[in-house]
């Protein structure tokens, strides 16, 4: 019987901690590519909204993640043969963002438990998908890792530790960094509240990144009118080549 | 200055494109070669992505080799008669080679091939370019003077044609072959094939060096707005931008090239192109031979 009104207590204890809201805010929701675009960077803050005062233990965490449109891509690795360097194995990733960011208040370790990342793909190993390697390649996880080394060199994923800062368990703000050679699409933009490895409320919302003016029509034209995109190119070649040439002889008289 | 790059999508710096388009417009303006083999694996290192370097590096080809070929008409060092015949092989040669690669790529390790490829022919091209035009060079220094062409088993053959602007009046299944061969060459390496082009015109039909740079222009940029266009129609790689850049720096200085090479003696520029690419064979060779430090390498589907 006190066992029951134990865990009783306990489930109305944890109640006010599940009404725990976020409510956030964006620098700016889309990210527009125009001819001089050298990289963005976005501002994400927002609130905790409770219904009942907080509880002081265990502290809360914030995670903020961001990736961009995800797509199969293949990883091959290099081996000797013959004296000579050559691709032989290869495995192909299911799906990866083709840019993430992970940003946490504290290290990401800390504040989920690894249960919660499986279940919502928080950190970047778990945010690209690989159902299968062939079965002749034994440590298919070297691939996966090669993949996020590379990617991470250009901050194409990033793992931000520490850098969202929460206020007074309330108020949190962090800033991401976007590359320059960023794709267009829509980027899935989630935060999580934690508490003790859990998550306790999430929140999701997305960034339009999109080519805007010249980038825009000549992208658009190049898909819908390749032939005449062709020619195009064709025409200014020849136009330049005949100008350079003009120009020069125009020097030398 | 940054700019971002429509179908690239990444973002470079203008003036490092003007300055790499106009260093390889010299060369193309000297030697008559189209400069894909330098400037394509350029592109790779600054980040283009290969198909998008690739497709845009023959759009402005074409840009450099008619401004290259203006300056060659102008001087009168254009042999159409020849250059025409030469297309047509290389058009055939590169049908037949784009269906040799589509085999290659079925079978599994094209990539491997082109390279290896690549090592042998412009090792061996190099090689007796070098060796050739460094004899020509002691021999005219002695004060010998240098040989004029042998007569060969090449001139025993029918259906000749006289090719005046070269000075030649040989048949033309040598010519036809010498594009056949090239062409297929072209198609699987993805190149425009001048540097194979120039050394078969000089050693294998015996035109005069001087001709061989506008001739083999003049087929380059036919070849090239060819592969443009099939690129811009059916991978829509074309970059207009990453070319307009190019090309600028491209048109330049291929103008300043043509000059240059009138200036120098054929010797001088055989060898030099002879050295250049031995170089190029030396950089893929070490490419293949030294442990790379990144072993991995990340590929999009499709491409």
């Known amino acids: 019987m006190r066992r029951i009104l134990l865990a009783a207590a306990l489930c109305l204890a944890a109640l006010p901690a599940a009404s725990e809201e976020v409510v956030l805010g964006l620098s700016s929701d889309t990210v527009s590519i125009n001819t001089n675009f050298d990289g963005s960077e976005i501002l994400v803050f927002g609130a905790i909204k409770r219904d009942a005062p907080f509880p002081a233990e265990p502290p809360m965490h914030v995670i903020v993640t961001v990736s961009g449109p995800s797509e199969p891509v293949t990883v091959r690795r290099k081996e000797k043969k013959f004296g000579i360097w050559v691709n032989t194995d290869a495995v192909e990733i299911d799906s990866a963002p083709s840019f993430y960011a992970v940003s946490t208040s504290t290290l990401l370790g800390f504040a ?39 990617k991470s060199r250009s901050n194409l994923y990033q793992l931000n530790e520490g850098t969202v800062s929460v206020d007074e368990q309330t108020l949190f703000r962090t800033s991401i960094a976007l590359p320059a050679a960023l794709t267009e699409g829509d980027y899935k933009t989630r935060i999580f509240l934690t508490r003790g490895g859990a998550v306790v409320s999430q929140y999701e919302t997305s960034i339009y990144v999109r080519k805007v003016g010249m980038e825009r029509w000549l992208f658009t034209l190049s898909r819908e009118q390749s032939f005449l995109y062709g020619l195009l190119s064709l025409a200014i070649a020849i136009f330049a080549g005949w100008g350079a040439s003009a120009v020069f002889s125009l020097l030398r008289r | 200055m940054q700019i971002y790059l429509p179908i690239a999508e990444v973002s470079v710096n203008a003036f490092l494109l003007l300055g790499l388009g106009g260093i390889v417009g010299i060369l193309s303006g000297m030697f008559g070669v189209g400069g894909g083999f330098l400037m394509t694996p350029l592109l790779f290192f600054i980040g283009i992505p290969p198909a998008v370097a690739v497709a845009t590096e023959a759009n402005q080809i074409v840009a450099s080799s008619f401004s290259g070929v203006l300056a060659h008409f102008k001087r009168k060092t254009v042999d159409l008669r020849m250059g025409t015949v030469l297309l047509v092989g290389g058009l055939v040669g590169a049908a037949l080679g784009v269906m040799v690669f589509n085999y290659l790529k079925a079978q599994g390790q094209v990539d491997l091939l082109v390279k290896l490829c690549y090592v042998v022919f412009l090792g061996v091209i190099g090689g007796l370019m070098f060796l050739e035009s460094l004899n020509a060079i002691r021999n005219v220094k002695k004060g010998k003077a240098p040989k004029r062409k042998k007569h060969n088993w090449i001139h025993g053959l029918p259906l000749k044609m006289r090719f005046r602007v070269s000075g030649l009046y040989i048949s033309v299944i040598p010519p036809l072959i010498v594009g056949v061969l090239v062409g297929v060459l072209a198609a699987i390496m993805g190149v425009g094939g001048g540097f194979i082009m120039v050394p078969a015109m000089i050693y294998l039909l015996g035109m005069p060096t001087k001709v061989v740079v506008g001739t083999s222009l003049f087929q380059i940029i036919f070849v090239t707005a060819f592969t443009t266009m099939l690129h811009a129609t059916t991978n829509f790689t074309v970059d207009i931008v990453l070319a307009v850049l190019l090309l600028v720096g491209g048109v330049i200085g291929a103008q300043i090239g043509t000059r240059i090479g009138v200036k120098m003696k054929a010797e001088q520029l055989r060898i030099l192109l002879a050295m250049m690419v031995l170089i190029v064979c030396g950089k893929l060779a070490l490419e293949l031979l030294l442990q790379p430090s990144e072993l991995y390498s990340i590929a999009a589907e499709g491409h």
């Open chain 1, 112 to 150: 989920l438990s690894d249960t919660e990342d499986v279940r919502h793909r928080v950190s970047i190993p778990r945010a690209i998908r690989s159902v299968g390697a062939p079965a002749n390649i034994v440590n298919s996880e070297t691939f996966t890792q090669a993949l996020i080394r590379i």
